[in-house]
T-cell receptor, first 116, second 113 residues
């Protein structure tokens, strides 16, 4: 596609429910990143994919968080048993090139998750 | 790992004046430094970047400077306009290490008409 597409744009869920967030990167971009942005805060790294593998998942805050990427394209971030502290904007970005790419990221508009 | 500090957290300038945002980084191996602009309800957008083999880069009203010895880099916006109002993030990355960018905490820039 023309840009990075994320869905849903907004999600309100009850505490304890599971949620899935979707990211559709720019066609041909091999690298995909998930970041979390809490209200008024910076961007917190969650996980990085190169193709379908995740060489760096060091930012996932707990085992309730998981992500996968299939076909080297779409990625889903799953949060199980959501907690109120999970409320944030979840941003996805993709970049072209291979390992050691010098290209910048292209971000999607994010999914605003609210846990009530 | 890398740690990026950014200041100020908020900045207000009169339209037409210049704005400067500063960042410091901790990992001397970092060699790529992009700046992103985030408007309300949107994802961050890359506006300019610089590599460690360059000391300064300009793109119209925007410039970035890098001091590798001091490990700091700055964003300069001249002749500011209302549409420059946004949150700006700096970031750093080691191209030969892990692949992720480490971001600063952001600066909310407000241009006063």
């Amino acid at each position: 596609g023309a840009g990075v597409s994320q869905s849903p744009s907004n999600k309100v869920t009850e505490k304890g429910k599971d949620v899935e967030l979707r990211c559709d990167p720019i066609s041909g971009h091999t690298a995909l990143y998930w970041y979390r942005q809490s209200l008024g805060q910076g961007l917190e790294f969650l996980i990085y994919f190169q193709g379908n593998s995740a060489p760096d998942k060091s930012g996932l805050p707990s085992d309730r968080f998981s992500a996968e990427r299939t076909g080297g394209s779409v990625s889903t971030l799953t949060i199980q048993r959501t907690q109120q502290e999970d409320s944030a904007v979840y941003l996805c970005a993709s970049s072209s090139g291979t390992y050691r790419s010098v290209y910048g990221y292209t971000f999607g508009s994010g999914t605003r998750l609210t846990v009530v | 790992g890398e740690n990026v500090e950014q200041h100020p957290s908020t900045l207000s300038v009169q339209e037409g004046d210049s704005a400067v945002i500063k960042c410091t980084y901790s990992d001397s191996a970092s060699n790529y430094f992009p700046w992103y602009k985030q408007e309300l309800g949107k994802g961050p957008q890359l506006i300019i970047d610089i590599r460690s083999n360059v000391g300064e880069k300009k793109d119209q009203r925007i410039a970035v400077t890098l001091n590798k010895t001091a490990k700091h880099f700055s964003l300069h916006i001249t002749e500011t306009q209302p549409e420059d109002s946004a949150v700006y993030f700096c970031a750093a990355r080691n191209l030969f290490g892990n692949e992720k960018l480490t971001f600063g905490t952001g600066t909310r820039l407000t241009i006063i008409p």
